[in-house]
Antibody, heavy 117, light 107 residues
Framework: EVQLVESGGGLVQPGGSLRLSCAAS????????MSWVRQAPGKGLEWVAN????????YYMDSVKGRFTISRDNAKNSLYLQMNSLRAEDTAVYYC??????????WGQGTLVTVSS | EIVLTQSPATLSLSPGERATLSCRAS??????LAWYQQKPGQAPRLLIY???NRATGIPARFSGSGSGTDFTLTISSLEPEDFAVYYC?????????FGPGTKLEIK
């Protein structure tokens, strides 16, 4: 059974940092591009960042460039998102997602990040 | 950035009826478009990829069509479990983007 389990969300003050993790199992992790997609409360989906199979290519949406860093550890079947200089508009459920092309076949259940003082 | 617009914003239909959802791109994405279904409190689920290909395990009542800038998701005969929000997503250019969604509700 495919599983993607996110962790690391929580309440953080504006300007603070948080590191999200995603543990993958049930599929060949090294064969998949991985992504973080977020959804603000009651809103639509936003594609935050992408990383290729070996971690050599990374792509970010403009509003998080320079603040967020996506990474992966293929030995641990894990994906990460380091989030710095957090803003209120970063408040969202963050989903870990996997796919072999530009679409995402597998999704986690999400972890909520709340940026508030 | 490619902007996707979806119509209608809300669609009210009854079980057994046919649903037609639209997605329009601000520039051509070829056939690089997907549809996802999302139910409250759940993660999105991939339904259709490359405009017209059903993802694994997706029932045949879901079909997709279109290319370039205009795309359609059709649900031939609505089942109770189909009432949800549907998003289109393009992978023609980075940043990949989603449409704002169509809420399919029970009439």
């Amino acid at each position: 059974e495919v599983q993607l389990v996110e962790s690391g969300g929580g309440l953080v003050q504006p300007g603070g940092s948080l590191r999200l993790s995603c543990a993958a199992s049930g599929f060949s992790f090294t064969n998949y591009w991985m992504s973080w997609v977020r959804q603000a409360p009651g809103k639509g989906l936003e594609w935050v960042a992408n990383i290729n199979r070996d971690g050599s290519e990374k792509y970010y949406m403009d509003s998080v460039k320079g603040r967020f860093t996506i990474s992966r550890d293929n030995a641990k079947n894990s994906l990460y998102l380091q989030m710095n200089s957090l803003r209120a508009e970063d408040t969202a459920v963050y989903y870990c997602a996997a796919g072999v092309n530009g679409y995402r076949d597998y999704w986690g259940q999400g972890t909520l990040v709340t940026v508030s003082s | 950035e490619i902007v996707l617009t979806q119509s209608p914003a809300t669609l009210s239909l009854s079980p057994g009826e046919r649903a037609t959802l639209s997605c329009r791109a601000s520039q051509s994405v070829g056939s690089y478009l997907a549809w996802y279904q999302q139910k409250p409190g759940q993660a999105p689920r991939l339904l259709i990829y490359d405009a017209s290909n059903r993802a694994t395990g997706i029932p045949a009542r879901f079909s997709g069509s279109g290319s370039g800038t205009d795309f359609t998701l059709t649900i031939s005969s609505l089942e109770p479990e189909d009432f949800a929000v549907y998003y289109c997503q393009q992978r023609g250019n980075w940043p990949y983007t989603f449409g704002p969604g169509t809420k399919l509700e029970i009439k």
